[in-house]
């Protein structure tokens, strides 16, 4: 049975019933199904459109983040392979392979996500130098104080491990 079977009375200005904001505030997952339904059926006065606004501009935030994030690692372990070459490890080159994939995705799956690389790449710049300078001992002022890296250097700068140990 449809959550939507009982009419619902509508407040003023023709936005979602308190009852239907309640159920946001109380079960988020009820609340969408009830949204999906009210969207489908066409009955636009029902719905919670602020709420909706918000969860929609949630999401859009989520996956800037998750293109935030992967920068920082990538950021990272080039700061940490530039500065510390005797430490270079096969996992820092695999965690700046996985994220480059990842930002790839990001921005495949959500093109306008690129015109914001630059803003983001100096965001979580400023992290990956604060935790380089903590996992290396190096002194935070040692690092460039703005990203010295340009995304085509992000993105595609080669990093291959040589294994002293196999040369051997």
Known sequence: ????????PKEKGGSASAEARTAYKQD???WALEQIELLKA????????LNIAEEIQDVAEREYDK????LAIILLHILKWDHQPERRSRSWQNSILEHRARVERQLRKFPSLKSRTGEAVEERYEDARRWCQIETYIPEVDFAFSCPYEWEEITARPFVYEDE???K
Do not use: Q
Request: proline share 0%.
């Open 1 to 8: 049975m449809s959550t939507l079977s009982k009419e619902r």
């Open 28 to 30: 988020m997952h009820a």
């Open 42 to 49: 066409a009955r636009f006065a029902e719905i919670d459109a």
């Open 67 to 70: 293109l935030e994030s992967a």
């Open 165 to 167: 140990r196999a040369k």
